[in-house]
Structure formats: C-alpha cells, structure tokens
C-alpha cells in the first residue's frame, strides 16, 4: 500500500510568486491534514480535510493560502504570492478516522520543502 | 488548550547506552500523547501513542513511554540506543479538537 506522498519534494520561488503543494493520501482515508515546519518553529496544524469538505481551517495563516481537495482525493495547497516567512516544510497526513482515539493514527508524508529567496 | 514541552533539543548518547527524551504537557482535557520520529529526508512516523489505556506504552524499535499524570509528563526512553535511532523526536498532544500540538523536537545524536 502507498503511503502519503508530496509534491515536490522542494520548491524554491522568489518572493512574489506563486507555488502549489500536492499531497496523494493514503487510499480510502477520508481525512486529510496539513501541517508546516517554519524554520526553527514547531510543526503546526493549518487545516483538516474530510473528504473534499475543510472541517477545520484555523490555522491557516492568512487568505495568501488556499487548499482544495476537489473529489476528496488529492489535495493542493497554494500560496500566492508568496512571502519570506512561508518558507520552511509543509507535511500533509492522512487518516482513516477523524480524531486520534484507540483507532486513530495520522500517517505523515515526507514533505515538501518551501524557500522563499 | 494544550501544549507540549520537550525539556531538551539535543541530546547525545553513546551506542548501547539508555536514551531519555523528556516531554512535559499541558492540556484542559484528558489528552491523547504520542511520540513521533523524523529520520533525515522522510516522513513523521508514529513511534507509539498513549490514549487513556495502560499508562506504559510500548512502540516500535524498543522504545517506550510512561504517562504519569501527576508529573504531566510522557517521557520516552530506550534500554540500548542504536546508530539508527539517530533522528529528531516529536512529543505531540491531541486534546478535544482534532489538532495534533507538537513539540519543538529533540535530536538525538548517537555516538559510536
């Protein structure tokens, strides 16, 4: 079984433009994550997917971000324009279940990592 | 809210000795903890996971973590480190939303 995969793997943009994250879950998980690492910062929740509807987007920074999940499969996360500060690594992750109960478990792609010059 | 406090960002063990990894946390509901581990250029893998059963938990690799409430602390720890285990370490708390709050990280270094 494939796991959660990210594309790319690394981008690097100047300030201004315009780059789109992908994320392929894991077949048949209905809940899609995303999370970003800024350098030196912890790793922080942006939004929850479940299918293609966003049942949390509270940590999304600023309208500069917006994810889709069209059909409930795959997801983009695009920033646009991009800023310095939104470098760092975006994880997206996967589960099953909603919550992290006895059942639950979120499997973490590689990420992609972002750099703004 | 809730939040998670791991006591060291780098810590350094030799080959076959113990590894400790302290995680303090904080949360208004009873929390579910998990650690998770980050090797060079690969994804967050779960390494185990406390939620509300045995307060002892076991994961994968040998590693283990003890909740202790009145300690607020879910500290993990390994009997024999092994060059492999050197990676960055994720202390993580999921309270009534359906965030995960992670730690800052620690990495661990493993010296031959």
């Known amino acids: 079984e494939a796991g959660v995969t990210q594309f790319p793997s690394h981008s690097v943009i100047e300030k201004g433009q315009t780059v789109t994250l992908r994320c392929d879950p894991i077949s048949g998980h209905d809940n899609l994550y995303w999370y970003r690492r800024v350098m030196g910062k912890e790793i922080k929740f942006l939004l929850h997917?479940?299918?293609?509807?966003?049942?949390?987007e509270s940590g999304m920074p600023n309208n500069r971000f917006l994810a889709e999940r069209t059909g409930g499969t795959y997801s983009t996360l695009k920033v646009q324009p991009a800023e310095l500060e939104d470098s760092g690594v975006y994880f997206c992750?996967?589960?099953?279940?909603?919550?992290?109960?006895?059942?639950?478990?979120?499997?973490f792609g590689e990420g992609s990592r972002l750099t703004v010059l | 809210a809730q939040s998670v406090t791991q006591l060291d960002s780098h810590v350094s063990v030799s080959e076959g000795t113990p590894v400790l990894l302290r995680c303090n946390y904080s949360?208004?509901?009873?929390?579910?903890l998990f650690w998770y581990v980050q090797h060079p250029n690969k994804g967050l893998q779960l390494l185990l996971k406390?939620?509300?059963?045995?307060?002892l938990v076991k994961g994968i690799n040998g590693f283990e973590a003890e909740f202790k409430k009145s300690e607020t602390s879910f500290h993990l720890t390994k009997p024999s480190a092994h060059m492999s285990d050197a990676a960055e370490y994720f202390c993580?708390?999921?309270?009534?939303?359906?965030?995960?709050?992670f730690g800052s990280g620690t990495q661990l270094t493993v010296l031959p």
């Open positions: 949360s208004s509901y009873s929390p579910s």
């Open positions: 992750a996967s589960s099953r279940y909603a919550g992290t109960g006895k059942n639950g478990e979120l499997f």
């Open positions: 993580v708390v999921s309270g009534s939303a359906r965030q995960l709050t």
């Open positions: 997917f479940v299918k293609e509807s966003k049942q949390d």
């Open positions: 406390y939620t509300s059963a045995a307060t």
